[in-house]
């Protein structure tokens, strides 16, 4: 291929445009609109999985665009009526086809790319020590997504020559991508939950530690080889006959992905071990990838730790481990009384340092909450209140220490706290013991814990 032909049709076609569209609008979502992308430890430059997992996600609405750029793209020789004029020149048919999809395909891995790069440098100037290689294979089979999606669409417009066919391309594929997607998990009559594999959109991701198996990279880059082969095939064919042989090697490669993919889509996300590793100092462990955490918590751990044993005795926890365990949204957490489970996706624990991080961990430890506390679960905050009761007894203030500022929406929470802190301070200091004891045993089961603290009831 002919650099300097590459150059001319870069800079005079409109070839560039969809790499453009894919670049402002990936940077555009990620920085004019403050999302959930920003935040806990699966946020888009917290970690580097979920920073490929996040720029893949939009792949949803990027890939049936790109196959509607390719098709407009590919309709340039029938609108200008260059069909038959192009088809009496010398070169090869191949080499035309590859020369076009080259001029798309070059700007749309760098407009998908760029993102990525951004993402890149901010962790790398960000706390984050943990460097896997398993987001490459993520992000190389994203843009292979791309330029197979654009490549083919330029296909179907040239044996298919109409002003309807970019519109078609588009919505049909992103319906289908939108509706296969939707019942991954329940099959459909015509369509089981594995097919959604074929569309190499992800979900957002939602737990640091879940990436792509490498049976589902495998098996997409099969079938999105497949249908680049097709494409190219398509803008190469003299006739029908051609045309039909055409769609062979995506068909092919739709069924050899089929194969390798996880029989189960349950098993499409699974628990990166190199990550979830962990690393120790002392009672206190984490995982690898959040590695960067543990010198601040082993200091503070410890206290916490201490202050506990002063509270409940042999009851108290000797442990403080990162939470590891993988739940489905708005179930509760596996909680054990000798171990302090850490989420860093508590707000609670990454916006503490110093003594407030020890206070949260006695707090943590004392009354742990069974409902996560995540930028997409707020239930565990209703425990706060209670949980501020404990760490102030424990940590031996006069007054009751807030664990967060009370807001408008909580104010009576915080009233009733401080009746219960009065009714608990008035007690002689065994009972006050034994009404600590009564209210971890009841959070550890997942009862009513400020009952328990004031004696309303037994846990």
């Known amino acids: 291929m002919n650099g300097r032909l590459l150059g001319t049709e870069l800079k005079r076609s409109a070839a560039p445009w969809p790499g453009l569209v894919v670049l402002a609008g990936s940077l555009a979502i990620f920085f004019l609109i403050d999302g959930i992308w920003w935040r806990g430890t699966a946020g888009w430059t917290a970690h580097w999985t979920p920073m490929a997992l996040w720029t893949r996600s939009w792949l949803l609405y990027w890939w049936p665009l790109a196959a509607g750029f390719g098709a407009v793209y590919g309709l340039r020789e029938s609108r200008s009526r260059m069909t038959e004029l192009v088809a009496t020149t010398p070169r090869p048919a191949w080499r035309r086809a590859t020369l076009s999809a080259a001029a798309m395909a070059i700007p749309l891995a760098s407009g998908f790319g760029l993102p990525t790069v951004v993402g890149a440098v901010r962790m790398a100037l960000g706390p984050t020590t943990y460097l896997p290689l398993g987001w490459l294979p993520i992000s190389l089979v994203a843009v292979l997504a791309l330029v197979a999606a654009a490549v083919f669409g330029m296909g ?70 497949g249908l680049l082969t097709t ?33 189960d889509v349950r098993d499409t996300y699974v628990v990166d071990k190199a990550a979830a590793a962990m690393v120790c100092d002392g009672p206190v462990c984490v995982t690898r990838a959040n590695s960067s955490h543990l010198p601040e918590l082993a200091t503070h751990g410890r206290e916490a730790l201490r202050r506990m044993r002063d509270a409940l005795g042999e009851q108290a926890p000797t442990e403080i481990r990162e939470n590891t365990g993988l739940r489905a949204l708005g179930d509760h957490r596996e909680l054990t009384g000798g171990v302090v489970l850490v989420d860093f996706d508590d707000p609670l624990i990454a916006e503490a340092s110093g003594d407030g991080l020890t206070r949260v961990l006695v707090a943590q430890g004392l009354v742990p909450n069974c409902a996560a506390r995540t930028p997409w679960e707020s239930g565990g905050l209703a425990d706060v209140p209670v949980q501020s009761i404990a760490a102030s007894w424990a940590l031996g203030d006069h007054r009751l220490q807030p664990l967060r500022t009370p807001d408008a929406y909580s104010q009576l929470s915080w009233e009733n706290a401080e009746a219960s802190w009065a009714k608990l301070t008035a007690l002689p200091a065994a009972e006050q013991r034994s009404r600590i004891a009564l209210a971890h045993a009841a959070a550890l089961s997942c009862q009513d814990k400020r009952a328990a603290l004031t004696g309303e009831t037994s846990p």
């Open 156 to 225: 179907i417009a040239r044996a298919v020559p109409s002003v309807l066919t970019p519109p078609a391309l588009v919505l049909s594929l992103l319906m289908t991508c939108m509706l296969l997607q939707q019942n991954a998990e329940e099959k459909l009559p015509s369509a089981p939950g594995r097919f959604a594999l074929l569309f190499p959109a992800t979900a957002q991701p939602r737990q640091m530690l879940l990436t792509l198996s490498a049976s589902v990279d495998l098996g997409q880059a099969l079938w999105l080889l």
């Open 231 to 263: 494409g190219l095939a398509l803008l190469s064919a003299a006739g029908k006959r051609a045309r039909l042989l055409a769609a062979t090697p995506a068909l092919a490669g739709a069924v050899l992905a089929l194969l390798v993919f996880p029989a």
